[in-house]
């Protein structure tokens, strides 16, 4: 399971991005007045069953007139982290119990976004596992960890460019416009899959060009390519296959990730995250509600209006993490109850049939179907 990724080992990586400032509604501030009247009403009780570190808790959150049960789990700042995969790779789903036995987590909760209604169930969000990005998302938040524990969230955005050197030593630029998942039937795009999505890409179809050590090894039509331990494949379907001519084998190949926030700013600690989990919308922003669904790309109703089940976590004022579910809460409400709780920051996961999460040998929040990518948590993790 613990394949070593080393895909990414000549790659020039850049860092960019900034801490966007606040998070937006419908133009709105991000705190109304009313809002605000809401929260300072909200009070909590709880009914802890603790044990040492890792720590669960079933809380009364009063909101309004309105009351919620809520589960949570207090993970201690410097707890391993790292991204929970199906069957060990970006693009399967499994069991929530099945990946938290397979990572021996001692917490967990489910994690971004992926398709479930039909189709290859691909993540939407951002994840970064063993400080590698495995799948690139263009919208809401991602909360990241560091080595040491220490977790920041921000409106992450990555793209993937690089440049092809010919063996006459003619260089062209390229991108890969997605990451790690399979392209809509009929566009014209360019993906990279690097050795997370598994053995093979997963499908038919396109260009593929496979990069192994930095060169180019192949370029042919693509019959679910092989990706190579220490390099990856890419694959240019529709008007985009010409781009693949570019690629001649025995080309060298150099690929540079570039982190970005919405803004376009730098944004120098992202260079030292080794775990992340896009999802969204952000909930709390230094102490304070700062719910901006429809700014941060987010349409459905599900995630604008709707009460449904909420996964979410939080940074606490200590730098402890904070994983919560509630079984039905509009995300104003949710958002309500996380500053309640006392989150410094904090975001909302998926959730509905997917919400579920772990803790003490138990689950806490059931999953109502299999799941696609999970943030485990614990001392003796496999990564």
Do not use: C
């Not at 600690?269 to 992340?276: A, L």
């Amino acid at each position: 399971m613990n394949k070593k990724r080393i895909w990414m080992r000549w790659v020039s990586i850049g860092i960019a991005g900034v801490l966007l400032g606040g998070l937006f509604v419908n133009g709105q501030t991000a705190v109304n007045a009313q809002e605000g009247a809401r929260t300072s009403n909200a009070q909590v009780s709880a009914q802890p069953t603790a044990k040492p570190g890792i720590k669960q808790e079933t809380k009364k959150v009063k909101v309004g007139n309105k009351s919620f049960t809520v589960q949570t789990v207090r993970i201690p700042k410097g707890t391993p982290v790292t991204v929970g995969l199906a069957k060990n790779q970006v693009g399967s789903t499994e069991a929530f119990a099945s990946i938290v036995k397979n990572y021996r987590a001692e917490a967990a909760i489910n994690g971004a976004f992926f398709e479930a209604y039909g189709g290859p169930p691909d993540p939407y969000g951002m994840l970064i596992a063993n400080g590698e990005l495995i799948h690139k998302g263009g919208y809401g938040t991602t909360i990241g960890f560091k080595k040491d524990g220490t977790a920041i969230m921000d409106s992450l955005r990555a793209t993937l460019t690089g440049t092809v050197v010919s063996p006459e030593g003619k260089s062209m630029g390229w991108y890969a416009t997605f990451l790690n998942r399979v392209p809509v039937e009929g566009s014209s795009t360019s993906i990279l899959f690097n050795p997370a999505r598994g053995s093979k890409v997963g499908f038919t179809g396109g260009i593929a060009v496979t990069v192994d050590d930095g060169k180019v090894v192949k370029n042919e039509v693509n019959a679910n390519a092989a990706i190579p331990d220490n390099g990856f494949v890419l694959v240019f379907t529709g008007t985009q296959k010409s781009t693949a001519e570019r690629f001649a084998i025995g080309s060298e190949v150099n690929l540079q990730l570039t982190y970005k926030d919405a803004q376009d700013q730098p944004l120098p600690e992202w260079e030292d995250i080794v775990t992340g989990v896009g999802a969204g919308p952000r909930l709390v922003k230094d102490s304070k509600v700062a719910l901006n669904a429809a700014e941060e790309g987010f349409n459905d109703s599900k995630i604008l209006t709707a009460s449904a089940a909420r996964s979410g976590l939080a940074i606490m004022q200590d730098g402890s993490i904070m994983l919560a579910t509630v079984p039905g809460a509009t995300m104003k409400q949710w958002a309500d109850i996380m500053k309640a709780l006392g989150a410094k920051q904090a975001m909302n996961l998926d959730g509905g049939a997917s919400s579920a999460m772990y803790s003490g040998g138990k689950i806490v929040t059931p999953a109502g179907r299999l799941l696609s990518n999970t943030l485990v948590f614990g001392s003796s993790l496999n990564k």
